[in-house]
């Protein structure tokens, strides 16, 4: 009788995927956090039963979100996206930080949008209109964002 031992190591392209579906829980329970008194108000609603897939391109990180009976959700495994937003993480941190105004970030081509062009807009409406100061995690974000910001722009908009 022969045994078969498994593989002491998953597949490389198994964690991977492990690794991505645990960071996208986290920025989805972050974002439930940060936006719970815009989702408590409607302000989300645009977002019911639609798909958004963010890229930040130099550091090959992904993560979805939709919106489902009041919360934040994460896309599951295949889903086609209404709207896919990327940048550079130089990029999302100006935006982030507001350093830069997501129209002329946009109008630089330095964050593209494919998809839904209404969905789109209702995003970026609502990220100009979301008072940070509304929610202590938006407000605890934001304080570190301000404090950070000359670090993390040196570290991640170096030019090449």
């Known amino acids: 009788m022969s045994f078969i031992r498994p593989p002491i190591f998953l597949p490389i392209a198994t964690l ?3 690794s991505k579906t645990i ?6 329970s972050l974002f439930n956090q ?3 008194q815009a989702i ?10 639609r798909w958004v897939l963010i890229e930040i ?10 919106f489902n009976n009041q919360r934040l959700i994460q896309a599951q495994q295949n889903q086609v996206f209404d709207l896919t937003i990327s940048a550079r993480s130089c990029d999302f941190l100006d935006l982030m930080s507001k350093n830069k105004d997501p129209d002329t970030l946009f109008f630089q081509r330095k964050i593209n949008m ?20 509304v929610h202590w995690a938006s407000a605890g974000v934001d304080k570190i ?15 090449s």
């Open 16 to 18: 991977t995927q492990v």
């Open 57 to 66: 391109l130099d550091m090959g990180l992904t993560f979805n979100l939709g």
């Open 114 to 133: 494919q998809g839904s062009t209404e969905l789109g807009l209702y995003v970026k409406n609502f990220l100009d209109a979301f008072d940070v100061e």
């Open 34 to 36: 940060i936006f719970s």
């Open 145 to 159: 964002l301000q404090n950070t910001y000359p670090i993390l722009s040196k570290l991640l908009c170096r030019k």
């Open 40 to 49: 408590k108000t409607g302000d989300l609603d645009f977002l019911e039963g």
């Open 23 to 28: 960071n996208n829980k986290i920025i989805v």
